[in-house]
């Protein structure tokens, strides 16, 4: 996992940045989609690659420093800020209470159609109670009911069947 995450952008690695590298077709990943995508895609439109990488490049730094001013060299504004606008530190402390919404839209009514739809009727009403359940019951009636009375410890009865069964089985072949 540590190779693979450390080396596996080099297969993506944009055609710009081979070039200053002096790495012939570096977007191996691009190459290797082509005949799957029917297009090189960054062959198809205009990528603006350095001012994407130089702004994702500008906005974690400026992060790192804001970090660093406001942890390390002035302790006190974190706090301050904290007790200035506490429904705002409340919001970001909750991570704009993205889990709170995700578990209402999609976790809970993922758990109730699970447990209402699929398990109450589907597995526990049609699966196990129907097929699993109407087999065993029909097992239990017909060797309960059926065959106990095939079972008498007569073996003049047991000759019995057994013609009985070959009789029936000559006459339905030589038809």
């Known amino acids: 996992l540590a190779f693979f995450s450390v080396f596996a952008g080099f297969f993506g690695l944009p055609q710009i ?10 977007n191996s990943l691009a190459h290797f989609l082509t005949p799957v995508v029917g297009f090189h895609p960054m062959e ?10 130089g702004l994702a490049v500008l906005a974690s730094s400026t992060g790192a ?9 002035f302790p006190g504004v974190p706090r301050w800020l904290q007790r200035t606008l506490p429904n705002l530190h409340r919001v970001v402390e909750r991570k704009y209470y993205v889990d709170e919404i995700y578990d209402a839209l999609l976790v809970r009514p993922t758990v109730w159609i699970s447990e209402a739809i699929l398990y109450r009727s589907i597995d ?4 196990d ?5 109407g087999a ?37 072949l030589s038809r």
């Open 17 to 26: 940045y081979g070039d200053m590298l002096g790495v012939k077709d570096s």
């Open 44 to 53: 198809s439109a205009e990528h603006p690659l350095f001012e994407m990488a």
């Open 65 to 73: 420093v804001l970090a660093w001013l406001l942890y390390a060299r």
């Open 124 to 127: 526990a009403g049609a699966i």
């Open 129 to 133: 109670g129907a097929l699993v359940g």
């Open 136 to 172: 065993a019951r029909s097992v239990r009636a017909l060797a309960g009911d059926v065959l106990r009375y095939l079972q008498s410890g007569f073996a003049q009865a047991y000759l019995l069947l057994m013609v009985l069964g070959t009789l029936a089985i000559l006459g339905y």
